[in-house]
């Protein structure tokens, strides 16, 4: 299947799709398509970006992608070494219009499966580290073909529709669908970010790229994100920051230095805005975490 950016062939007369991605990095060209894409990461780490949202994935993260939403899984910058051995692992489903409007989700017996499948239009996103039962039907929904897929199908999603720990993916739908053109210039913005956001990007360098002036840029990335893009680069920044509080090897001044931020106390401020909480207190937090965990299998092995 060739992918073009925002271009993805509709699934001919299939009411679903069943792909698997085992390589070394994840397709990387930001794209849409008019099916809703439900797709569990198995393997990598790397940042999300879909419609307004900017967030990290990682094993057993699954997400559901709203039709027509421009997104893009980009893997961590080790993934795209020539001296790598690293694999990107996901298995995706995709809902064609020949699913999603089927007379069969009319019955009133679907009602709680319809209204899930609405809330599809913001996009979910969730962990199933807990649910080895859903992880088990993505398997087994690679090997199945015709009734017995459609039937694990379904019960995919009734076991998604059932999870309590699901978050909305963006805000609200996208109003505005984006053009080809107009997604090749985002992706060479969010290429170019990606790349540099360790560093200052001046307005007028990153409308160079777009080959825009810098108000008509600024008016585009605000039209197509619903974010300026400042806005965008903080949060790639913080979502950076995140990562590297998890691996605990630098300082708290270190991990903002990193993370493309000059001003430890800006750092802060921004970090608390976006997650509710101080970088030094995430640390901590995570800490504790760990250790709870550590204490509880030690209890579970003495009980055993």
Known sequence: MRALPF????????????????????????????EVQITLIL???????AGDFIG????????IIGSNCPHVFKNEPNHYSDESTLVAHSISLFLGTHFLDNQILELSETDHFKQFLQSMKVGMRTQIVNHPDL???????????????????????????????????????????V?????????????????????????????????????????FFKRSTRKTYVQFMNELRINHAVTLLKKNE???????????????SHFNRQFLKSKQVTPSSYRKNLANKINQAIVWTGNKQAIQ
């Open 56 to 63: 990290e994935f990682k094993p057993g993260d699954l997400f």
């Open 250 to 264: 630098l300082s708290i001044s270190g991990v903002a230095h990193q993370s493309g931020f000059n001003n430890l």
């Open 7 to 34: 271009k993805i062939p509709i699934i001919s007369d299939e009411s679903f799709m069943v792909q698997e991605d085992l390589q070394p990095y994840f397709y990387g060209i930001l794209h849409t398509h008019p």
């Open 135 to 177: 992880r088990e039907k993505f398997h087994q929904i690679r090997e199945e073909s015709g009734l017995e897929r459609l039937i694990i199908l379904l019960q995919i999603i009734q076991l998604i529709s059932n999870l309590k720990n699901t978050k909305s993916l963006m805000h609200s739908p996208l109003k505005k669908e």
């Open 179 to 219: 053009s080809e053109l107009e997604g090749k210039r985002l992706k060479e913005i969010f290429d170019y970010t990606i790349q540099n956001f360790t560093r200052p990007i001046t307005i007028e360098e990153i409308s160079d790229v777009a080959v825009m002036t810098p108000q008509s840029f600024c008016r």
């Open 43 to 49: 393997e990598s780490t790397g940042t999300l970006f």
